[in-house]
């Protein structure tokens, strides 16, 4: 699934242990549409042939013995064993008397429970569980109900809970269900004072009474129940004293071993509302399903006495009603958390992996508005071995803890699809599937009530699989990420002083250091085999070998070591120097390699599974996931000692992970003669935390001249907040220019960084219904403006749904923006006959700040969304229309293309040699690039085939290199005007180029 770039919900399993154990706050993480957060290696996981797969659960006529479908196999609604459940139900109270690491003497009042087993070595049988919502009770009636009372609230705490996730409150209830926080505690501590206070008003009273609670509220996973988070909690509680200034107080210390004045009442849950709906409505533009599906909508009838929860703005649901989140039977402070539970169903003997696929429909603006209350989704399993299958129905529910969230302005169904293996006990022969829908919008302060009647649920398929060697696996965002210089400078008269960190994008800079996998036994009585290997290829740029101190080969191993040793997390982490190691213009690729042992039988697996490409010369040939840059790409002028130079173009793609779209902007500049670290610098795999304005200083970043920044369809993983800064820094150097393109990435600026930058009005969110709904509209240049400037040049901007439209335009066609007066429209967009002038909308908008002379260009679409127009005016070949469109802005920027041979991808082993300015005076710079190391030759000849200058003639390492001529012959003297050769040769291969001199 899609990370979202901003706020996230849970954490990452990995990113959550690291920072629990350096005592770090973490970061949250939510999973959206689009791609695996969690990336598997191979050959673990799945076999290789369909005889190794077996399909526990799916639809009717799949010969599977359990059925995924909600409804008969004659399309009439149907549990097939399913049930609905509310998790907010939470049975006896768990607030009692205990010795349980009592605070003082020799009982507290304890919430938690014996039912939890201890999590692995280290930990001990008792703590709290997910979704509880439990309060230890004191009431005390007043003297005198027409005089004000201040309750004094003191006593001893220890806590020990999830921090930032599972809390305990002090609270007054006053009149009318009115909650008042006194105090909260997360975290863990032993021997906490408590004193807080309270005045309550005599219209605050409770029949009379004031009410006094101590309160545990915990969120949907990281607890004791499934070891997740490992505690002795969640409460102890001890020596409490309760003083009414008008009134009797209380005083207790359990010592008794009894709850005393105190009262812990059961509660009702929020409500069980899933139920199986015939013909739901949805908004998919591209898909729908008319077949029963579970849902969770709230029409006053499901769950009688809530009277319903009545749309606003989002009403497609039956009825007009949508997903309770008001807290239902239980009030307002409680929030809906509803699951369906599959069957238990038999697990086929010797099969430790498995797959769970389910369809979801998914409406939810989390993090996009303010009244957006959050309903998102997740899932789990549950496990048992043995004979009996009720002992699935005392077992903990597990799974990685992500909710997932619709990250589209209009919802759309979504297939999961998630790996169960690693969460089933060993040697399952009973496993049970729980999808779960959830109110958490509450977690980022007050949450609106404007929601939607999603999720839905439907098509549920569970399939068994073989397994061969240990299961590798890594989040996104845990690799290494591009980077820059520590310092902050590119001062190369020290050059040592500009490493580049090996940092990853989701932890603090403490750790972000630091590679993380997780690496499991999944065969029968497997264990790992030794620790698991990093295993890395160093491409070093010559120019800085002379500062390396780090003493690593440039190809090695580097061994991992275990994170928490015998907690049984799996999780391994890996280290590469921070200094003296990387630098600028270096690349690096790597991957990890674990083993298990099952009896003497030795298997390994690989992360990424397909290591294809490592070893060879082409970098990017190799999975880039796995694949780092040190920036800028500095080299060194040949014959011009302390003269180096660097590419102006900086490619910056914040597309959301799994959506980013390098292959399509690479194919489209190498068409162009543009090539990664000779001719621009690319920076990729933006993830979350991973921000451009954290890695790179406005010094470093004002290198370049021209930036092209592309947020794909979404809103990428910067804000606005942290960008504007630093591109209004850069364009404060003066004479800088942007391209700026994506459905939505204007939208993560403020208003005055769209009308004073980039000279643009934000006119809808959807740009469809702003021009007669069209989702593959014709897009014609304006006429005599300053870019596109080819009389024949055309393309449509494509939003239909399959094929790249599917992923990268079926929720809407981007924003719809009109240029501010002062800037240029471009193009524009035209009406069904394919007529101008219909809309007054910019399909692009240039802006020139007069102060800075900065040139701002905003296409709002990905750049894969521009496609040729089918009936309109042939492109010159090779180029297609998105190539054409992004060689107009570099040749108005001044990047003059020179379009090669037409490439979806440019080879970066390829033999390359240009020579730019051309024509030139006095000086132009030759740039190549070398496939592998080798003996470089490169002449000038001139027009009759005459040597004029021989300019290197050497050894030279793999990758790109650059040399000056001044325009000189062989024995220093000027040439004249006119046009000469450059001869390049090396291994065998010659490319020859002509140069203009122009006096």
């Not at 898909?287 to 709230?298: C, H, M, R």
């Not at 740039?927 to 490169?938: E, I």
Request: proline share 8%; glycine share 14%; net charge negative.
């Amino acid at each position: 699934m899609n990370l979202l770039s901003l706020c996230r919900i849970k954490l990452l399993f990995v990113v959550f242990a690291l920072a629990a154990s350096a005592g770090l706050a973490a970061t949250p993480e939510v999973a959206g549409p689009g791609s695996p957060n969690r990336i598997y290696g191979g050959p673990a996981g799945f076999a290789k042939t369909v005889t190794d797969t077996v399909l526990v659960m799916g639809p009717w006529g799949s010969g599977a013995a359990y059925n995924g479908q909600f409804e008969t196999a004659d399309g009439l609604p149907d549990w097939n064993g399913w049930a609905g459940n509310d998790l907010t139900s939470p049975g006896a109270n768990p607030w009692h008397a205990d010795t349980y690491h009592a605070v003082s003497g020799q009982y507290s009042a304890w919430c938690g429970s014996l039912e939890y087993p201890a999590c692995g070595s280290g930990d001990e049988d008792g703590g709290y569980g997910n979704n509880w919502d439990e309060y230890l009770e004191w009431r005390g009636p007043v003297a005198d109900v027409s005089q004000p009372c201040t309750v004094q609230i003191d006593g001893l705490l220890n806590y020990d809970m999830e921090p930032g996730y599972d809390f305990m409150y002090v609270e007054c209830v006053t009149a009318g269900d009115q909650v008042v926080q006194l105090a909260a505690f997360d975290g863990g501590a032993t021997g906490v004072p408590l004193s807080a206070s309270f005045t309550y008003a005599p219209a605050d009273y409770v029949a009379g009474e004031v009410v006094v609670r101590f309160r545990v509220v915990t969120d949907t996973a990281w607890s004791d129940e499934d070891c997740l988070w490992k505690t002795i909690g969640a409460v102890q509680l001890d020596d409490v004293v309760i003083g009414l200034s008008n009134g009797v107080g209380a005083a207790h210390d359990f010592e008794d071993g009894t709850l005393g004045p105190f009262d812990a009442p059961d509660q009702p849950g929020v409500g069980d509302f899933a139920r199986i709906w015939t013909g739901l409505r949805d908004v998919d533009p591209c898909a729908t399903n008319s077949s029963p599906q579970v849902a969770f909508i709230d029409d006053g009838v499901v769950v009688p006495g809530t009277g319903g929860t009545p749309c606003q703005s989002h009403c497609y649901g039956p009825g007009g009603f949508i997903v309770n989140n008001t807290g239902g039977l239980r009030g307002p402070e409680s929030h809906l958390n509803n699951a369906v539970e599959s069957p238990v169903m038999a697990w086929p003997a010797g099969y430790a992996g498995g797959l769970l696929e389910f369809t979801a429909f998914e409406d939810d603006y989390l993090f996009e508005a303010a009244e957006d209350p959050g309903i998102l989704y997740s899932w789990s399993v549950r496990s048992a071995s043995g004979s009996d299958p009720a002992a699935v129905l005392s077992a903990p529910w597990t799974g990685p803890g992500l909710l997932y969230l619709n990250e589209t302005f209009d919802g759309r169904y979504h297939r999961v699809s998630e790996r169960i293996g690693e969460y089933l006990v060993p040697d399952a022969t009973f496993v049970q599937v729980q999808l779960v829908a959830l109110e958490v919008g509450f977690l980022w302060g007050p949450a609106g009530t404007d929601g939607t009647p999603a999720p839905y649920f439907d098509n549920v398929r569970v399939t068994a699989a073989a397994v061969q060697g240990p299961q590798i696996s890594a989040y996104g965002g845990t690799q290494f990420l591009d980077g820059f210089p520590a310092g902050g400078t590119l001062d190369m008269t020290d050059p040592g002083s500009l490493g580049v960190r090996l940092d990853t994008g989701v932890l603090p800079d403490a750790l972000g250091d630091t590679l993380v996998i997780r690496l499991q036994p999944m065969r029968p009585g497997a264990v790992l085999s030794g620790l698991p290997t990093l295993h890395y290829r160093l491409l070093p740029n010559p120019v800085f070998d002379p500062y390396r101190t780090s003493g690593l080969p440039n190809t090695g191993v580097v061994s991992g070591w275990e994170l928490n040793p015998g907690s049984g997390n799996g999780l391994f982490v890996f280290d590469l120097p921070d200094s003296g190691f990387f630098y600028p213009g270096d690349r690096l690729r790597y991957y990890f390699e674990g083993r298990d042992d099952a009896g003497g039988v030795i298997q390994a697996a690989t992360l990424p599974a397909d290591t294809t490409g490592f070893t060879g010369d082409d970098f990017l040939a190799y999975d880039d996931r796995f694949t780092v840059r040190g920036l800028p790409t500095i080299s060194a002028v040949a014959g011009s000692p302390g003269v180096f130079t660097q590419p102006d173009l900086l490619l910056v793609d914040e597309t959301s992970t799994g959506q980013a779209e390098p292959d399509i902007w690479l194919g489209s500049l190498a068409q162009l003669g543009l090539y990664p670290g000779l001719d621009f610098d690319l920076v990729l795999r933006q993830e979350a935390g991973a921000t451009l304005a954290r890695r790179i200083s406005p010094t470093q970043l004002g290198a370049y001249n021209d930036l092209l920044l592309t947020y794909g369809t979404g809103r990428g993983n910067d804000t606005g907040e942290q960008m504007e800064p630093l591109l209004e820094g850069w364009f404060g150097l003066g004479d800088r220019d942007l391209l700026l393109m994506g459905g939505d990435g204007v939208l993560a600026y403020p208003a005055s960084f769209h009308s004073g930058r980039l000279g643009v009005n934000v006119e809808a969110n959807q740009l469809a219904a702003q021009i007669d709904g069209q989702d593959f509209p014709g897009v014609l240049p304006v006429a005599g403006n300053p870019v596109f400037t080819s009389g024949d040049l055309n393309w449509r901007h494509n939003g239909r749904c399959g094929s790249d439209g599917e992923r990268f335009g079926r929720r809407k066609l981007t924003t719809a923006l009109a240029a501010l007066p002062g800037a240029v429209a471009l193009a524009e967009f035209t009406d069904r006959s394919g007529a101008p002038g219909a809309y007054g909308l910019g399909a692009a908008i240039l802006n020139v700040t007069a102060a800075d002379n900065g040139r701002a260009v905003t296409i709002p679409a990905s750049l894969r969304q521009l496609v040729t127009t089918p009936s309109g005016a042939k492109a010159i070949a090779p180029l297609n229309a998105r190539s054409r469109v992004l060689g107009a802005v570099l040749a108005y920027f001044g990047q003059v293309p020179d379009p090669g041979p037409a490439s979806n991808v440019p080879e970066a082993g390829q033999f390359i040699a240009r020579a730019r300015p051309n024509p030139f005076n006095p000086a132009t710079l030759i740039a190549y690039n070398l496939p592998r190391d080798g003996h470089l030759r490169l002449t000038i000849y001139d027009v009759r085939g005459r040597r004029v200058r021989r300019l290197l003639d050497e050894q030279r390492p793999v990758g790109p290199g650059q040399v000056l001529w001044e325009g000189t012959d062989d024995q220093g003297n000027p040439v004249s005007s006119g046009v000469y050769f450059f001869e390049t040769r090396s291994g065998g291969s010659v490319l020859v180029g002509k140069l203009a001199l122009v006096k």
